[in-house]
């Protein structure tokens, strides 16, 4: 083992032993080295800098006029440098102050600063490379995104179990997550929280988000290690009376040496700018130490996968948060919100009709993009291409039985349009 990396372990053994035994081999392995970036870190203040891989003149970086004409509001700094891998250092600190803006419960104490991935699909890769080994657990809900199997059964073993997060009638329900925490004996477990639930679009009330704790705290009493990774990707599109802080939030103020709660969020859904790729990864722990480890640990990850993130992409985030931009931005991105709360309402009206009610039955939904429904009678990959070639409606396909429609990108005069030629779509392959 690395030198840097045994250092780090020991300071993990004096400052959260817990932690270090929650890290896969790989994240034991992992340090951030002291090559290139370190030794240009070092070189910043010299005459003649000949350390890093970037061309310059005596006005500083060359660059295209052509390319940096299209950022007519940032500095040639801002877009053609590289970024450090851990991201553009004011970006850090002005997301670290959007998280706590947004979830009141939370200290700067308890939260590390925000380290910038490119997008939520690499922060789950870098927490996958950090935490799961071959054969590690990861317990999430059936009603799920289907990259994660990808990540964390695919490129790294991990066993992934599910529990419905609906009942019966199709209603949101803690029953099967709080079952499975009570029926689980290994000393190690990654969950996944995705709230706005992505297919379903549901975010739990605040009840609702104390039973999920109390479930984790009663798990973790029993001495199992908890790394609760919370996919936050649709944070902030809540249109009913919801938890609308982070689930991080209420995780991090328990208090248990078991628990580890991580955070991944970002601009791709939050701020409409999905080709940005910027995300951020927080993790919920006091200990300065700890802190700076686990820093460490990930800026390895990403330097030795992508090395860094995109500068123009992360200099955009940072410059609409920046204070005398953010009041404007804000404004922009809450006529989206409400965009998107009025195609909910519609769909709401609409898929609860009564006529329905022999076609299909509705998962509970109140935020995000999307929602789904349990299709009766027919098999939801036939309606599909049915719906596709009859009817020019595009759709996803869940399962056997469960079809996802996102009325984020159905204008709201359309929606009444697109659930009567499913019902339709229902009834030509019944026939």
Known sequence: MNPLALDLNEQLTQSNPVILDMLSDLGKHMFYPKGILSQSAEAKSTKYNATIGMATDDSGKLYSQTIFDLYQHLDPEEIFPYAPPQGIEELRGLWEEKILQENTDLTQKQISRPIVTNALTHGLSLLADLFVNSGDTVLLPKQNWGNYKLIFNTRHGAELQT?????????YTTDGFVSALENYNNDKVILLLNYPNNPTGYTPTASEVEEISKAIKNLADRGTKVIAIIDDAYFGLFYEDVYTQSIFSALTQIESPNILPVRLDGATKEFFAWGLRVGFITFGIKDEMTKAVLEAKVKGLIR??????????????????????????????????????????????????EKYKDDWKTYDFNSGYFMAIQVNGVNAETLRKHLIEKYSIGTIALNDTDIRVAFSCIEKDDIPHVFDSIAKGIEDLKA
């Open 304 to 353: 030795s996968n992508i090395s860094s993130g995109p500068m123009p992409s992360q200099s955009a985030v940072k410059y609409v948060l920046q204070p005398e931009h953010r009041e404007q931005f804000e404004k922009d991105i809450q006529k989206h919100i409400d965009t998107l709360k009025e195609r909910y309402e519609v769909t709401k009206s609409v898929v609860y009709d």
């Open 163 to 171: 529990y419905s997060i609906f009942d019966e009638d199709n209603h």
